[in-house]
């Protein structure tokens, strides 16, 4: 395997780059180690949402959506804002889409590798990841937090990237799903937070019978955030592009990120044309009411919680 890692920028922010034969991945180390391009170079094809601005750096206890806002980050050790339930830290405010995609973190090469790493602000842990081609066309990153602490610390990780669409896409999952609950739904039409529907076939309050796997056009104007219901019977999601062809696929180890968030935009916010496929080690966006449900993660004390995701880019045409 032919493989380049050096030293690149990315809209004036310092950056690292890790390039096969087929991918060419870019990291910014001090911005949240936010991957912001991940491009398919048989296709000359860029998946991941970047933005025309000047790069508009997160600022730690800040708003998600008033950064950047691109790109691949992590959240931890929740997605939307909530404070911590039980002691030694209840009611430590935990911040919008969590404490690390806003901080630096260190990286560093090792073995044909980027290592990350960094630590909580609010919160006694160190989280880190290594970053290496699998094959050619297969990023993994393996993740591990370390409880820095004598108490058990409840969390939640959730994948975050934002991957463009294509009209004519399919959202790919194991055949045994069919119930999801709502999280959000910013464009109206779909349910409030905690309503259960039927997946692929969801039926509107019209009467209509629309086939969530299938993407709409952007003129939809729908954005809408969805989990499947309880633990996925396997660790894997993906999306069938339409015009490209190509075929992505996240695999994750479901003992360990046993749910899935999904969030289409159709061009309901912010005149995007993306998705989001979060894997979580907890459902619902909220630390605290996964908690309620007994649905949170736990890294014990003085102990590690390990995990990894990997992105496959196949070419159904070839």
């Known amino acids: 395997m032919t493989l380049k890692i050096y030293k690149s920028s990315y809209k004036e922010q310092e950056a690292i780059t890790i390039e096969s034969k087929v991918l060419r991945v870019q990291f910014l180390p001090h911005n949240g180690s936010n991957m912001c391009s991940l491009y398919y170079k048989p296709k000359d094809l860029?998946?991941?949402?970047?933005?025309?601005?000047?790069?508009?750096?997160?600022?730690?206890?800040?708003?998600?959506?008033?950064?950047?806002?691109?790109?691949?980050?992590e959240m931890f050790p929740s997605i939307d804002e909530c404070f911590y339930c039980d002691y030694p830290w209840k009611g430590i405010h935990i911040p919008d889409h969590g404490e690390v995609w806003s901080i630096p973190w260190n990286v560093n090469i090792e073995n044909k590798r980027l290592h990350f790493l960094t630590y909580g602000v609010r919160f006694p842990y160190r989280i880190e990841k290594w970053v290496h081609f699998a094959h050619d066309n297969v990023i993994q990153i393996n993740y591990k937090v370390t409880n820095l602490s004598a108490f058990n610390l409840d969390f939640m990780w959730a994948a975050h990237p934002m991957f463009i669409l294509e009209e004519g896409s399919q959202i790919l999952l194991p055949p045994q799903v069919n119930r999801v609950i709502c999280t959000l739904d910013l464009t109206g039409g779909f349910g409030k937070y905690g309503d259960e529907f039927s997946w692929p076939i969801y039926e509107d309050?019209?009467?209509?019978?629309?086939?969530?796997?299938?993407?709409?056009?952007?003129?939809?104007?729908?954005?809408?955030?969805?989990?499947?219901?309880?633990?996925?019977?396997?660790?894997?999601?993906?999306?069938?592009?339409?015009?490209?062809?190509?075929?992505?696929?996240?695999?994750?180890?479901?003992?360990?990120?046993?749910?899935?968030?999904?969030?289409?935009?159709?061009?309901?916010?912010?005149?995007?044309?993306?998705?989001?496929?979060?894997?979580?080690?907890?459902?619902?966006?909220?630390?605290?009411?996964?908690?309620?449900?007994?649905?949170?993660?736990?890294?014990?004390?003085?102990?590690?919680?390990?995990?990894?995701?990997?992105?496959?880019?196949?070419?159904?045409?070839?």
């Open 46 to 73: 860029e998946l991941l949402v970047q933005r025309k601005n000047k790069y508009k750096a997160g600022v730690y206890d800040g708003s998600y959506i008033k950064s950047e806002c691109a790109g691949f980050d």
């Open 205 to 318: 309050s019209l009467g209509n019978k629309i086939d969530l796997s299938l993407i709409k056009p952007k003129i939809a104007n729908r954005a809408i955030k969805y989990f499947i219901k309880g633990r996925m019977p396997e660790g894997w999601c993906g999306l069938n592009y339409g015009k490209s062809g190509l075929t992505m696929t996240l695999s994750f180890p479901v003992e360990e990120v046993p749910y899935l968030g999904i969030l289409p935009n159709e061009g309901g916010w912010d005149d995007l044309y993306n998705i989001f496929l979060e894997p979580a080690t907890a459902p619902l966006d909220r630390l605290d009411i996964a908690k309620i449900h007994g649905e949170h993660s736990t890294v014990r004390a003085n102990s590690v919680y390990g995990w990894y995701l990997t992105i496959s880019i196949s070419d159904r045409c070839c």
